[in-house]
């Protein structure tokens, strides 16, 4: 049986889950990071997939789908997309990091200015850390 999520504090994911989630959305595509912005047709056929083929416990993957869908409402932030786009692909890696760690609230979804901060410290620690 699994536990019940508290939605006020979604628990925290590995970004390799939200990763799989993000592949049920690009499907075959080149890019990630037009995926991004994804529209609510292809978002609710990603969610379809990976409830059907990921074998996690139903509370993680309710976890990773909460938190897949603030990530796609949070990237509609000007600010957050464009530093997205200044980065490009390599941003994904370090984006789906800070979504699987931030704090998220599921009624309120991710505060874009404080996902705003943890992306760019994350995007400026890698830079210093190398590739």
Do not use: C, Y
């Not at 999520?5 to 970004?15: E, K, L």
């Amino acid at each position: 049986m699994s536990e019940p999520i508290d939605i006020t504090d979604v628990p925290s994911v590995a970004p390799a889950e939200l990763a799989i989630a993000l592949r049920f959305v690009a499907g075959r595509r080149k890019t990630l990071l037009g995926e991004l912005g994804v529209p609510g047709a292809e978002l609710v056929r990603a969610e379809l997939a990976f409830w059907q083929r990921v074998t996690a416990d139903p509370s993680r993957k309710l976890a990773v789908m909460l938190r897949f869908r603030s990530l796609a409402s949070v990237l509609r932030a000007r600010r957050i997309a464009a530093l997205v786009s200044r980065h490009g692909d390599s941003a994904v890696p370090v984006l789906l990091q800070t979504a699987a760690r931030s704090r998220l609230n599921a009624s309120w979804g991710f505060n874009p200015n404080k996902f705003l901060w943890d992306f760019s410290a994350a995007l400026s620690a890698k830079k210093t850390d190398g590739p």
